[in-house]
């Protein structure tokens, strides 16, 4: 039996979003930006699609701004509203649990001469991996141009204070750019709630197809583009639509709304199960990250004095798909920079797994879980290896 | 031996042919490296219907010392992309499972800092032996009994079998003594022998050539690597200079690189000056820069002085060395002196020798006859027939 839980990293493509996806790939091949009627047919499908993601959250569809997936959304915010903002002394704020998607992008302003205040997370225990709005307020200077936070972390799950940073960062007249990639089609998520000026989502993380997202940019916020080459997307991000991957963007947006309630309950359901069941099987087994204020799908354990990556790999020849940090950062020797944030030592963050459901996730892969997990956690403390010893040179000499 | 012609290209599918495996057989672990020997190691298990898991080391970002990489990227190196690429396009052919696990830390630590400081010291290190002992053998085995393989088997020529009388395991030579890397594997334990496999230790390397193009293992017709697997282009004073100012910018303790001092011969007299001890090693000839009207040699390196010391072949010739860290195979430390070939470098000509043990890890390798270029750091090996007695590192 195959057990798949990790559906932060990417979800299977729902199979009404492939049945959506099909005529795009097939009859309705056009150029969404010609004349003609091929066409006119792959612009009404980009159209259609446009309005399903602008009403996941709550936006106009003028608003939507169509990109490659998550990372150029988050890549076009920072640098775009940067590049957009008037002056010559700027100054960014984001915190230090966002995706690299983000945390990188703010590296490369600092080279660039921008300045970027990191702002960090609570590490106490229980609320760790939460975010201080005061902490953004005191961050603030008169150059600041931005604030960045995600609203849910990808490893942990946590659910950032938005609404009041959005506040804060009205106030003060910056603008505020929140990264929902792993939280659109989890938990409601409504611009106009959050208060957000821009956000980020991908489909592929809610049932919807890889290699496309969408940056929602509010009405009169200025934006510079990244790219150059074209009029689509109203100029702010040129290059011929990916019409099969909207239209199924859109199929997946519209089946997230419809299912969101209904979802949500039921994977909160799992999730707790899977993780009161490994709290009470291992001994010292530990959740890391704000329990009360969480998406309901993502649980991230720490499996003290057992190694996240061969836990890894014993686990996957066990047919149980899990993992230890985000995807984008595995076969790095650096433990995960989320956990270390929120207050894990090295050894704890390399101990840790993230388990994520979704959708398609059944009571019986639950299950397996819990049947597998305690074993392969037991056989690998057992089986630590010795303690590299200290260089080794002072004992050895010669050698 | 192992005959060829038991090898066929199965018409089976892999994924009929582990849907066939008993679920009790035990799971191996390959350490594959992208080359052909351990391509085709996993192969051959993979006929015989072994469960295998295969488990690729990434050791060292080659990005990491840019200006070594000269002319685009360094090829066929145990830990460059192409190589993990590789490794994982064999898995795919042969249908395992199959992980790339990271020990850059361990390897840095183990391996690659002890190579720099060895040479610093005025030694020549034997890194490859380090990593067996060190990495391989102990880190990569750890995590492949951790994920449920409590063997692991790899490209290694040489052979492991278990000596029912005296219940322990001997290592022997490879047969096909062209291949023969016993050598670098004379630090083993009995424990880690005890878990390994060399499944081409019974072959010759046509054999593995032609085993592989009839498992239609995509690495076949790949050529061998040969240098040391983290030192591009075989220059490791380069990379020594690189890695100890890489070193130095990070604020990391290192020993500083050596300074120029001087070339003395054998009764003292300058001969010229030296640009750093770690450009030199033991039987050198060239590169000295200077002329006498007759061959010189490195004879020693003196690192108190920072003195480097030149001689005529004759020079160079000992009969008696000292050994460190000395690893007793099929039997424990002998209480009395005993007869053996020794080896002191991987392609020296093993010469017969007294091994004299000193305390339970140390010994004295007395010579029949002078042996060339004794070089500290190097690995003294023991020989008797095709079994390897043990060994250790010359003082």
């Known amino acids: 039996m195959r057990v798949y839980l990790d559906y932060n990293a990417t979800t299977p493509v729902d199979s009404a979003v492939l049945e959506a996806m099909l005529p795009y790939l097939r009859d309705n091949f056009g150029n969404a930006g010609s004349v003609h009627t091929p066409g006119q047919r792959a612009r009404a499908g980009v159209d259609a699609a446009r309005e399903s993601v602008a009403a996941l959250i709550g ?25 957009a903002s008037p002056g010559t002394r700027k100054h960014v704020i984001t915190t230090s649990i966002e995706h690299h998607a983000v945390l990188h992008s703010c590296e490369e302003l600092v080279r660039r001469g921008i300045e970027v205040t990191v702002v960090p997370v609570s590490q106490k225990r229980g609320a760790d991996g939460v975010v201080d709005p005061g902490e953004i307020r005191r961050a603030l200077r008169p150059e600041t141009v931005l604030i960045s936070v995600m609203h849910a972390n990808n490893e942990l799950g946590t659910i950032q204070p938005i609404e009041e940073i959005a506040r804060i960062a009205s106030e003060a007249g910056v603008r505020f750019h929140c990264d929902a990639v792993q939280s659109a089609g989890k938990i409601p998520v409504d611009v106009t709630a959050l208060g957000a000026d821009l956000l980020s989502i991908s489909a592929h993380k809610f049932c919807g197809p890889k290699g496309v997202g969408a940056l929602y940019v509010r009405s009169g916020t200025a934006l510079a583009p990244r790219f150059y080459g074209g009029h689509a997307e109203r100029d702010r991000r040129p290059g011929t639509e990916n019409v099969p991957g909207i239209v199924g963007f859109g199929k997946a947006a519209e089946l997230a709304r419809k299912l969101l309630v209904e979802d949500s309950a039921r994977i909160r359901g799992l999730r707790d199960r899977l993780e009161s069941a490994l709290l009470e099987r291992i001994p010292g087994a ?25 836990l890894l790999i014993a686990l996957d020849l066990q047919g149980i798909a899990v993992s230890t940090g985000a995807a984008c950062s595995s076969g790095s020797t650096e433990p995960s920079h989320v956990l270390l944030a929120a207050g894990l030592t090295h050894d704890e963050a390399r101990s840790s797994l993230r388990f994520s459901l979704g959708r398609a996730t059944t009571r019986e892969e639950v299950e397996r879980a819990i049947e597998v997990v305690p074993g392969v956690v037991e056989r690998i403390r057992s089986l630590s290896p010795r303690a590299p010893v200290a260089a080794q040179s002072a004992a050895v000499p010669t050698r | 031996m192992i005959s060829t012609s038991q090898f066929e290209i199965s018409s089976d599918s892999p994924a009929e042919i582990s849907a066939s495996l008993s679920p009790s057989a035990e799971t191996v672990a390959v350490a594959m490296s992208g080359g052909v020997d351990s391509s085709t190691v996993a192969a051959i298990l993979r006929e015989r219907g072994q469960p295998i898991v295969g488990l690729t080391m990434q050791l060292w970002n080659q990005r990491r010392l840019p200006q070594l990489q000269g002319e685009g990227p360094a090829p066929h190196r145990c830990c460059s992309l192409d190589d993990v690429h590789d490794a994982r396009r064999v898995a795919e052919h042969l249908n395992i499972p199959f992980y790339v696990i990271n020990f850059e830390r361990e390897f840095e630590n183990t391996v690659v800092r002890p190579f720099v400081e060895e040479y610093l010291a005025g030694r020549t290190p034997v890194p490859c032996t380090r990593c067996n002992n060190d990495v391989k053998f102990e880190h990569l085995h750890a995590t492949a009994r951790q994920i449920g393989a409590e063997r692991i088997a790899t490209g290694h020529y040489a052979r492991v079998r278990h000596n029912a009388e005296t219940g322990r395991y001997e290592l022997l030579r490879a047969v096909d003594e062209s291949k023969d890397q016993s050598y670098f594997l004379f630090g083993l334990t009995q424990e880690q022998l005890a878990r390994a496999e060399f499944p081409l230790g019974e072959l010759t390397k046509q054999e593995v050539r032609e085993i592989a193009r009839r498992l239609a293992v995509p690495v076949a017709e790949k050529p061998e690597s040969q240098e040391i697997c983290f030192v591009p282009s075989g220059s490791y004073v380069q990379f020594i200079e690189s890695y100890v100012q890489e070193q130095e910018r990070a604020g990391g303790e290192t020993t500083k690189l050596g300074e120029s001092g001087e070339i003395v011969s054998t009764s003292g007299e300058v001969m010229g000056h030296h640009n750093g001890l770690h450009n030199y090693t033991v039987g050198q000839r060239r590169g000295l820069g200077f002329a006498v009207g007759r061959p010189i040699f490195v004879v020693a390196l003196d690192r108190a002085t920072n003195r480097l010391i030149v001689g005529e072949d004759g020079d160079l010739r000992r009969s008696i060395c000292e050994v460190r860290d000395v690893n007793w195979i099929p039997f424990a430390t002998p209480d009395a002196p005993l007869r053996a070939k020794v080896r002191i470098r991987n392609r020296h000509e093993p010469a017969e020798a007294e091994i004299l043990p000193l305390s339970e890890n140390t010994a004295r390798v007395s010579f029949v006859e002078p042996q060339r270029a004794i070089t500290a750091g190097q690995a003294a090996v023991f020989y008797r027939g095709e079994m390897v007695l043990g060994g250790g590192w010359i003082a």
């Open chain 1, 286 to 310: 530990q959740v890391n990250g704000d329990r009360t204020r969480r998406v309901p799908n993502t649980t991230n354990m720490t499996f003290a004095n057992a190694g996240g990556e061969a």
């Open chain 1, 59 to 83: 936006a106009k569809p003028s608003e939507i701004v169509f990109t490659s997936g998550g990372t150029e959304a988050d890549n076009l915010a920072v640098f775009g509203v940067v590049a």
